[in-house]
């Protein structure tokens, strides 16, 4: 039996509808004339989240490169939550390749602490007139558990980005997750930044890409550095056409994600309340603390594994699982059983290795 896998939302395979417009899409050579499939789904991106322009990428590590390059030039200061995914888990491209100074800024989760980036741009090299800045926000905020960010703290990064003279990016790889969780449109989240990554690959199930937003001047200048980092692709309307169903179709069932994440949560902690409070869980994504059970996260995802769990783990001590199409209530049940056997198992060697 395949395994319930909960590694991550960018398992979800391709719908019906998606395999049906990918069979009868349109298509062009995108680095040259254009390809009439990927210009739906950018003027669809734009449309939805409010901006001039949009550009199709074939990942979220890509786009948001490209648009801190498209921002700013090599020496420039980013200013980012200390957690953000373009430091944990980008490679480090922005300073390898872009040439980029990454600032990390201390937060809550993954909330910036405002307080310490208006220091930040008081102490660095912005304020020594060394270089131009860039302020990015990730919401929903992947390592934090899927949080997102209230519109409150969006508007006061950027009325601090602004009085500084810095552009804003937002890395929202799960845009659509913080705006169905806030229960508004996406475009009200992408106000406060001046461009905008997200991915159809995600919850919204398309097998490839994401899109970079913004004013169609900036879209300009990032179709350059798109090219230059390898990212111009030919037919690719034949994935697009999968985004474009992904936006028209996908977007409102991410509840349906949300809330399997909480009823999940909820198991874990009536299993023991240590590992998690279900009361935090905003979107899609669960992060459970172990360390009572004095076993490696290593160790547990090798347990669950052989129950037919597929999950991943956050550090020594977390797990981390991740709700999306392929998970419904019977393999919520099933996964939250896996869990309270593996833990009575660990709980029986513990009390066995004290006695
Ligand atoms: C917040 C965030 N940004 C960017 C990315 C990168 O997307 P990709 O895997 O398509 O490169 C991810 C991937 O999970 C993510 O969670």
Redesign the pocket.
Known sequence: MAPIDLR?D?VTRPTEAMQEAMRCAELGDDGREGDPTVRKLEALAAEKLGKQAALYMP????T?LCALLTHTGRGAEVFLERTA?IIS?ENSGISLLGGLFYRPIAGTRGAMDVTALEFAFESGLAAKKLSPALVCM?TTH?TAGGTVLPLEHMAGVQRIARANGANVHI?G??LFNAAVALGVAPAKIAAYADSVCF?V??GLSAPVG?LLCGTSAFIDRARHFRRMLGGSMRQSGIVAAAGVVALEAMVERLQDDHSNARRLAEGFQAIDSSMVDASGIETNIVRVDISASARSAQQWVKDLAAEGVATSEYGRSQLRFVTHRHIGASEVEQAVAAMRRVWERASSSRARTAG
Request: glycine letters at 6%; proline letters at 0%; aromatic letters at 6%.
């Open positions: 991550s960018t990942s979220g590590t890509m948001n995914h888990y990730e992947n890395d790889a799960r991915c690959s995600k994401s």
